[in-house]
C-alpha cells in the first residue's frame, strides 16, 4: 500500500490545528498538527513531511524568519496559511519562497484544491516505457540548463536553487519560447487558477527569477516584461 501523503499544520491556535486536520485527514492524508517552530523542525528532522502549512502569526516566534529556515535547509511544499492579508506580508512570503499564501478565513475547499494542485507540482512524473520515444529531459537557454529530470536550474557555476514555484514557472517560459505569456496564463499553468485583480503572484516570482537568471535584474535580456500583456522568454530554448 502506498504511503500517505503527510501534511505538518503549523498554527498556535489549536482548535484552527483541529480543524485542518480533521478535514485533511478525511480527504486521506496524514496530518501532524504542530504549534511552533521548534516542533516544525523537530518533525523534520524525523517524520518529513510532504508539505507545510505554516500560520505566520506565532506568539514569540517570527513566522516568515520560520518559512525563510525551512526553504533554504528542507525540500517540501509550504503554503503560508495567515491572518496577514497585507500586500507587503504576501509579497515578502513569496519572495522568501512559498509556493502559495492563503489569507483567513480559511475556505475548506479551496486550501484543499490549493494543496492537491501544489502536490500534483511536486509528484515525480511517471516513468516512460522503454518502447516510448525518448522524452525531453532539459532545455537549453542563454547560459543556463532546466533540467527537468532533476527539477533542477544549472548554470555556468553549477546548480542554482529555485523553489517549486520557481521551477513551474521557468518550465512553462521553456516550454512556450518567444511568447507573450499573461499572468492569467502563468497562473494557471503553475498554480491552477487565475489571477485576482491585486494577485502579484507571477511579478514577484518573475523578479525573483531575474535576479537568478539575469546579469542587471534591473535589466532583464532573458525574461522582458511586455506592458500590459506579461512576459516573454526572449532566448532561444534548445530541448534534449
Known amino acids: 500500500m502506498a504511503a500517505l501523503t503527510h501534511i505538518a499544520v503549523l498554527d498556535d491556535e489549536h482548535d484552527i490545528t483541529?480543524?485542518?486536520?480533521?478535514?485533511?485527514?478525511?480527504?486521506?492524508?496524514?496530518?501532524?498538527?504542530?504549534?511552533?517552530?521548534?516542533?516544525?523542525?523537530?518533525?523534520?528532522?524525523?517524520?518529513?513531511?510532504?508539505?507545510?502549512?505554516?500560520?505566520?502569526?506565532?506568539?514569540?516566534e517570527d513566522g516568515l524568519a520560520i518559512a525563510r529556515q525551512l526553504r533554504e535547509h528542507h525540500r517540501c511544499?509550504?503554503?503560508?496559511?495567515?491572518?496577514?492579508?497585507?500586500?507587503?506580508?504576501?509579497?515578502?512570503?513569496?519572495?522568501?519562497?512559498?509556493?502559495?499564501y492563503i489569507t483567513k478565513p480559511v475556505d475548506l475547499r479551496e486550501l484543499l484544491a490549493r494543496v492537491r494542485a501544489l502536490l500534483r507540482r511536486l509528484a515525480p512524473h511517471p516513468t516512460t516505457p522503454a518502447a516510448s520515444p525518448k522524452p525531453t529531459v532539459s532545455f537549453g537557454f542563454g547560459h543556463w540548463t532546466l533540467d527537468t529530470a532533476a527539477r533542477r536550474l544549472l548554470g555556468p557555476e553549477g546548480e542554482v536553487g529555485v523553489t517549486t514555484g520557481e521551477y513551474d514557472l521557468l518550465h512553462t517560459f521553456v516550454t512556450h519560447p518567444g511568447r507573450v505569456l499573461s499572468r492569467d496564463f502563468l497562473l494557471e499553468h503553475t498554480r491552477g487558477r487565475?489571477?485576482?485583480?491585486?494577485?502579484?503572484?507571477?511579478?514577484v516570482q518573475i523578479g525573483r527569477l531575474r535576479k537568478k537568471l539575469e546579469r542587471d535584474a534591473n535589466d532583464p535580456q532573458l525574461l522582458k516584461s511586455v506592458r500590459g500583456a506579461g512576459y516573454i522568454l526572449v532566448a532561444q530554448v534548445t530541448a534534449r
Open 194 to 203: 487565475s489571477a485576482g485583480p491585486f494577485d502579484r503572484t507571477i511579478d
Open 77 to 100: 511544499g509550504l503554503v503560508i496559511v495567515t491572518g496577514r492579508g497585507n500586500a507587503v506580508d504576501k509579497v515578502v512570503g513569496l519572495e522568501i519562497g512559498a509556493d502559495d
Open 18 to 60: 483541529e480543524l485542518l486536520g480533521n478535514y485533511l485527514r478525511a480527504q486521506g492524508f496524514e496530518v501532524s498538527l504542530l504549534n511552533d517552530g521548534p516542533s516544525l523542525f523537530a518533525l523534520m528532522l524525523s517524520r518529513p513531511p510532504d508539505l507545510v502549512l505554516l500560520d505566520l502569526g506565532l506568539p514569540g
